[in-house]
């Protein structure tokens, strides 16, 4: 089987850094993917790490350890307009198997 | 230019009927997905397409039928609707039979089910 898990909601004021955490149980692992998803909206790919380290986009950062199976999506600088719902996404095969989401708030 | 169209947006209909959901890529990928999205947002795969071929078919009842009657194309054809099929249903295409790595994603029908 294959699972994902990831915290339900967070909560962060304007100009923090945020730490979204994903933890992984599956067989035929290619990469972690992060995908942001307004209300409302379609799901936007952020970022997709192969192998273990951290990748830097802007003021988003990804990082794999394949070992411990985990993965997080990391937000610094934050804005209003990056509330919105964050999916890790596990590259399996043909498919994509998506997390349950972390609705992220950005408070003034 | 849109990358990855379906239409309709919104889709109210009465239980019993019969609707469809058309989706359009012009990104030149060759793999194709059906992803349904509950209340609580989880997004759920219900079908692969690669080349007009269908690879995963994820324990969707067979109501659902999608068609691919080309690449750039994947439709959702779906039978006697039930009120539990409402939901929002992406569309999304991929760059090659590995998945790739992102994902496109359709704008989504929000299809109600009364």
């Known amino acids: 089987g294959q699972s994902l898990e990831q915290p339900s909601e967070v909560t962060a004021v304007e100009g923090a850094i945020v730490q979204i955490n994903c933890t992984y149980q599956?067989?035929?692992?290619?990469?972690l993917s992060w995908y942001q998803q307004h209300d409302g909206g379609a799901p936007t790919f952020l970022s997709y790490?192969?192998?273990?380290g951290l990748e830097e986009t802007g003021r988003f950062s990804s990082f794999l350890s394949r070992s411990d199976s985990y993965g997080y999506l990391l937000l610094q600088e934050l804005q209003m307009k990056d509330s919105a719902s964050y999916f890790c996404?596990?590259?399996?095969?043909?498919?994509?198997?998506f997390g349950p989401g972390t609705r992220l708030s950005v408070l003034p | 230019d849109t990358a990855v169209s379906q239409t309709p947006k919104y889709l109210v209909t009465q239980m019993g009927n019969d609707k469809s959901i058309k989706c359009e890529q012009n990104?030149?990928?060759?793999?194709m997905y059906w992803y349904k999205q509950d209340s609580k947002k989880f997004l759920k795969i219900m079908f692969s397409?690669?080349?007009?071929?269908?690879?995963i078919n994820e324990t969707v009842p067979n109501r659902f039928s999608p068609k691919s009657p080309d690449k750039a194309h994947l439709n959702l054809h779906i039978n006697s609707l039930e009120l539990g099929d409402s939901a929002v249903y992406f569309c999304?295409?991929?760059?090659?039979?590995?998945?790739?790595?992102?994902?496109?994603f359709g704008q989504g029908t929000r299809l109600t089910v009364v």
């Open positions: 990104l030149g990928h060759d793999t």
């Open positions: 790490n192969a192998l273990d």
């Open positions: 999304a295409s991929s760059q090659d039979e590995q998945g790739g790595t992102e994902a496109f």
């Open positions: 996404a596990v590259l399996r095969g043909q498919n994509f198997v």
């Open positions: 397409y690669n080349n007009k071929e269908l690879i």
């Open positions: 599956t067989s035929g692992f290619y990469g």
